[in-house]
């Protein structure tokens, strides 16, 4: 089991452009969780996603910020022209059901750099 | 809402000593869950330890131990016979089940830079 698989590691966009970063869940999950950290900061909560389905969005900034989980392929979380403000560290988990409350596996994050 | 803070930036232990990091949080939930997890330099998030809110026993792994008290809603990590490997951030999350979400959701601390001293 490859654990939840994140690319790319590292991504450098100029303000403006758009980013996209992928997550590929453990092997059997269908629920996928999307997490930021800030610089200094602790993760915060973005979005919660079944397969074609967004269940929690609550921590997702109301524009330029999207998630898909399609039934196929890997969870994309897209920024849209992004600012140096979304310049963070972005991670994935996964689990089988709704969640668990022995915590969650990350991946390895992808780290946002906006110039 | 749920708040989780950390009070101490940063820390430093001698090799082989025992250290303890902070971590208060408030909630008026009566059943969550607490974590410690450790972020070397690598980024990759490690589960460290997890407590159980309706357990009285601390929960312990190998040198890893907390001390929780839920009256005073603090849940600290000790750590014995430090080592360099230990050298990470250290996060206190908490965590609950949403009934709307229906599912389980982290809040996270600021963090506690530890670095063991050779």
Redesign the interface.
């Known amino acids: 089991n490859a654990g939840v698989m994140q690319n790319p590691r590292h991504l450098v966009r100029r303000r403006g452009q758009e980013a996209r970063l992928r997550c590929s869940p453990m092997k059997g999950h269908s629920?996928v969780?999307w997490?930021r950290q800030l610089p200094?900061?602790?993760?915060?909560?973005m979005v919660?996603l079944q397969k074609e389905n967004i269940?929690?969005e609550?921590g997702m900034p109301k524009e330029r910020f999207s998630a898909e989980f399609p039934k196929e392929g890997p969870s994309i979380l897209r920024i849209q022209q992004v600012v140096r403000g979304d310049s963070a560290?972005y991670?994935c988990a996964s689990?089988t059901t709704?969640?668990?409350?022995?915590?969650?596996?990350?991946g390895?994050?992808t780290?946002l750099t906006v110039v | 809402a749920q708040t989780v803070t950390q009070s101490q930036p940063e820390m430093s232990v001698q090799e082989a000593e025992t250290v303890t990091l902070s971590c208060t949080y408030d909630t008026s939930e009566s059943n969550y869950y607490l974590f410690w997890y450790k972020q070397p330099p690598s980024r990759q998030m490690i589960l460290v330890i997890r407590q159980e809110a309706y357990k009285q026993q601390n929960a312990t792994e190998n040198r890893f131990s907390v001390n929780f008290q839920k009256a005073a809603k603090s849940f600290s990590l000790k750590i014995s016979d430090s080592q360099l490997g230990d050298t990470a951030m250290y996060f206190c999350a908490f965590m609950k089940h949403g009934r709307t979400s229906g599912t389980y959701k982290y809040i996270f601390g600021t963090g506690t830079r530890l670095k063991v001293l050779a």
Request: proline share 0%; charged share 20%.
């Open positions: 629920h969780y997490y200094e900061e602790g993760l915060k909560f919660y269940i929690d609550s560290a991670f689990s709704t969640g668990t409350s022995y915590g969650y596996t990350f390895s994050g780290r």
